[in-house]
């Protein structure tokens, strides 16, 4: 099973990365939870996690082939 | 002008089956207020002027700054010290002479905000802080006006329509149930800081100007309950469905009453900034709801509390509270005079990372004095 995961803004800094792929991750909370130990900053940041383009507020199953994409608020104009 | 002079100004844009004479009228008719004439703010005005909207509005305080002219396209060299707003408004009026423009050189705050933005159809946020983005939804909100938002970083531009309905669900949105909190002070990168370059706030305001024609002209498709993000050094474009929350609703201020005492400076700039809050500020929680007061004091000690809603939980006794608490609630602490409350609080935050705990100034004692419950 694999899940791929899109990063904007500060998140790609963190990361390193726009996009890449982690596998047997079963529902996003244990998604951010892996995402955390593998880079600790991001518990410093805000943002938005959406599920194959829909912002969810709560845990949710996640499914092979699915895009989770992780947005933080800007505020520039 | 006439009506021949009309045709021929607006006959490209009137040609377009989705616009047509309807949609030019409704733009006549129309009454946008932009609010922050910077990057986002300056093409934006110049599309809505030039695309005929009958009336608009322009709110910035600032003035201009050599800084500003590498994205700020409406200014010039000559105009450096000179109001935005007011430089703003006579570009647009030269651009298209036949439309209104109402200028309010202020800083957009909770005193004034309901008063300027009730005079409008449509809001467009071109702002640069969270502050005054929170503060900006909250008031469309309260107010049921359409709000189209921009945000933009570096090479990244944020897009979205908030408070319309959705014509199918006859749901709408708002920029709290995609960001309900503002972010922690130290983590925001601003575009001073952080840069951004000058076509990005460009292409940006421009797209907030093409919803707003959209929407006033009766256009189907808009981003309502929706953003797009678009990375421009990568040419790709990210949409993102937003669905309205209870947890947005539960964030805004209720009324016009709770609004003009929410201090979104405050909300915004100190949230996680600052171990303590002051009695004040403790109010302002309160009111808005959504938070937990914890007193650590020892049972039986005077005065009692029954004022607000609270738990107690004794400062000797502070380890168990870590269980029950999670990461995302704010936390009030108070004891009698504010020490064991910073010491809880200290604590809490080296436990749970993110924690969002404060020690409330003074305690129990300057609260009740505050009151005047009790007296000096």
């Known amino acids: 099973m694999e899940i791929n995961i899109l990063t904007f803004g500060q998140i790609t800094d963190i990361t390193g990365k726009t996009s890449f792929i982690y596998s047997d991750i079963n529902n996003t909370d244990s998604l951010i939870k892996e995402l955390t130990k593998a880079f600790p900053e991001l518990t410093s940041i805000k943002y938005s996690v959406a599920v194959n383009q829909q912002l969810v507020h709560v845990n949710t199953v996640l499914n092979d082939k699915d895009i989770v994409a992780l947005l933080p608020p800007f505020s520039g104009g | 002008m006439n009506t021949s002079d009309i045709y021929q100004r607006y006959q490209r844009q ?32 110049q599309y809505l002027a030039a695309a005929g909207v009958g009336t ?24 450096i010290g000179k109001p935005k707003a007011e430089i703003a408004a006579n570009k647009v009026k030269t651009l298209n002479p036949e439309i209104e423009v109402q200028t309010f050189i202020m800083k957009l705050d909770n005193q004034n905000a309901f008063h300027i933005i009730a005079g409008f159809d449509l809001v467009l946020d071109g702002t640069d802080n969270f502050a005054s983005r929170y503060l900006i939804n909250d008031a469309c909100v309260l107010l049921k006006k359409p709000l189209v938002y921009g945000a933009v970083l570096r090479f990244e ?56 024609i959209k929407i006033i002209a009766g256009v189907n498709e808009v981003l309502c309950n929706q953003i797009v993000n678009y990375n421009m050094l990568s040419n790709e474009f990210y949409k993102f469905n937003i669905s309205p929350t209870e947890e947005s609703i539960n964030l805004i201020p209720k009324s016009e009453t709770e609004f003009l005492k929410f201090d979104y400076d405050w909300f915004c700039n100190r949230h996680n900034a600052n171990d303590e809050i002051a009695a004040e500020e403790l109010d302002v929680l309160i009111s808005n709801g959504k938070i937990r007061i914890i007193d650590v004091r020892e049972k039986n000690e005077l005065p009692l509390v029954n004022e607000f809603s609270h738990s107690q939980i004794p400062f000797s006794s502070i380890e168990s509270i870590i269980s029950s ?16 409350s910073a010491k809880t609080v200290k604590f809490l935050r080296a436990e749970i990372s993110g924690c969002k705990a404060f020690s409330l100034s003074g305690g129990i004692l300057a609260w009740k004095k505050l009151h005047q419950i009790i007296s000096n």
């Open chain 2, 14 to 45: 009137i040609s377009l089956r989705e616009i047509g004479e309807a949609g030019q009228q409704k733009l006549s008719l129309a009454k946008v207020l932009v609010i922050g004439a910077g990057g986002l703010g300056c093409p934006a005005l």
């Open chain 2, 56 to 79: 608009l509005g322009i709110v910035d305080y600032d003035i201009v700054d050599i800084s500003n002219l590498h994205r700020q396209i409406l200014y010039s060299v000559d105009d």
């Open chain 2, 157 to 212: 531009g944020q897009v979205g329509v908030f408070n319309l309905a959705d014509k199918v669900t006859g749901r709408s949105a708002n920029y709290r149930d995609l960001f309900p909190e503002p972010p922690d002070p130290d983590s925001v990168l601003s575009c001073n800081k952080a840069g951004v370059l000058g076509v990005v706030p460009g292409i940006i305001g421009m797209l907030q100007a093409t919803e707003a």
């Open chain 2, 325 to 340: 608490i999670d990461s995302s609630d704010t936390i009030v602490v108070f004891c009698q005079t504010g020490s064991r």
